[in-house]
């Protein structure tokens, strides 16, 4: 069986969102796992936008811009970046193609694109002319810094449309009374598929108390049960869902190790917090330190989307797959070794 797709299953939402950003910004609010990237690029494909992520830029205005130039330059012409200097017909076939695009931004377009932008180099600069109002999509838009949400809010008011995914404990950093885009922009958020949903899309192809079950486990969250779904009928759909299930687990082991291993970058008590959130254990239990440290450790995980808040004081690993690979690692010799004192700590 054919599982269905993030599109399909919220083709409605999909629908909705291709409308609204032909008037105004839109800001989707989704959980990690409900898949809103992937309904982003298709409305990338859809309307030949570009797709920003401050994360990989490290929330540095001058990397989203040298980002952005690298894809409109793709865009334009069909060499890679790299071999836009060279000698030959077709460079300078490229080269003149960009010549017509950036006019006078010419240099300074390949200069960023190839080396680090100059200071004065900006998102607006590197879109260019950019000819119909194009889609712009930010994935984990409230990482970006306040004076890249001010430009974006100029651009989106005279000659771009703009899509801005963030979770729903962030949307009002975006969309807030104080937020750059406040009355300028549509809040919508991402719905949880019912049981019913499932049922219908999968034309009960699973027996209702297995597909509840695994419903329970990823939270509801569209993405991460089609991952496993798609596990499952890959292989054999007569053997149970719990294979697919730890087989999706397992495929988190290197990002759990990652992720253990960049958490004290964030904050000292961050893999602590963690370990503890894995367990589910409450995270202002940890023995003999302040609560406003941890309080400062979870906003910090927060703002990376690596946990949420379901609701008040209550917190929890925004992966439901990833909280079990962490959970499964600290009792082995692998984390052991990573962290043998944190392992170790009361």
């Not at 959980?31 to 540095?60: H, K, N, Q």
């Not at 109002?133 to 890249?148: K, Q």
């Not at 009002?172 to 300028?184: E, K, N, Q």
């Not at 008040?312 to 079990?324: E, G």
């Amino acid at each position: 069986m054919t599982t269905p797709t993030i599109e399909r299953l919220h083709a409605g939402l999909l629908a909705l969102l291709a409308e609204r950003i032909e008037t105004d910004p839109v800001i989707l609010g989704a959980r990690v796992g409900m898949g809103s990237p992937a309904l982003a690029a298709e409305l990338l494909r859809e309307t030949a936008g570009f797709m920003l992520d401050p994360i990989t830029a490290g929330g540095d205005p001058g990397l989203l811009a040298q980002q952005l130039t690298q894809k409109v330059i793709a865009r334009v012409q069909p060499l890679p970046v790299t071999a836009l200097e060279d000698p030959g017909r077709e460079a300078e076939r490229a080269r003149v193609a960009l010549a017509r695009y950036y006019s006078s931004d010419f240099a300074p377009a390949l200069a960023a694109a190839t080396g680090p932008a100059d200071s004065d180099w900006t998102i607006t600069r590197a879109l260019g002319p950019s000819p119909g109002n194009p889609l712009l999509a930010v994935r984990d838009a409230h990482r970006l810094p306040a004076t890249v949400l001010w430009e974006l809010r100029e651009l989106a008011s005279t000659r771009i449309r703009l899509l801005l995914l963030t979770s729903p404990e962030h949307h009002l950093r975006l969309h807030g009374r104080d937020a750059p885009f406040y009355g300028l922009s549509a809040y919508v958020e991402m719905p949880t598929l019912s049981l019913v949903n499932w049922s219908t899309a999968l034309v009960a192809q699973l027996p209702t108390e297995a597909l509840s079950e695994l419903l329970r486990a990823t939270r509801y969250r569209t993405a991460i049960t089609l991952e496993i779904l798609e596990r499952h009928f890959e292989h054999d759909a007569e053997r149970p869902l719990a294979f697919a299930f730890f087989e999706a687990i397992d495929a988190r082991n290197e990002r759990a190790r990652e992720v253990l291993s960049l958490a004290r970058s964030i904050h000292e008590l961050a893999p602590r917090l963690l370990l503890a959130l894995a367990a589910g254990q409450a995270p202002y239990a940890i023995h003999a330190e302040r609560s406003d440290r941890i309080a400062l450790a979870l906003r910090r995980l927060r703002e990376h989307s690596l946990i949420e808040q379901p609701q008040p004081r209550s917190w929890q690993i925004a992966d439901p797959l990833l909280a079990a690979a962490i959970n499964r690692l600290s009792n082995g010799e692998s984390y052991v070794e990573l962290y043998p004192e944190i392992a170790s700590s009361p």
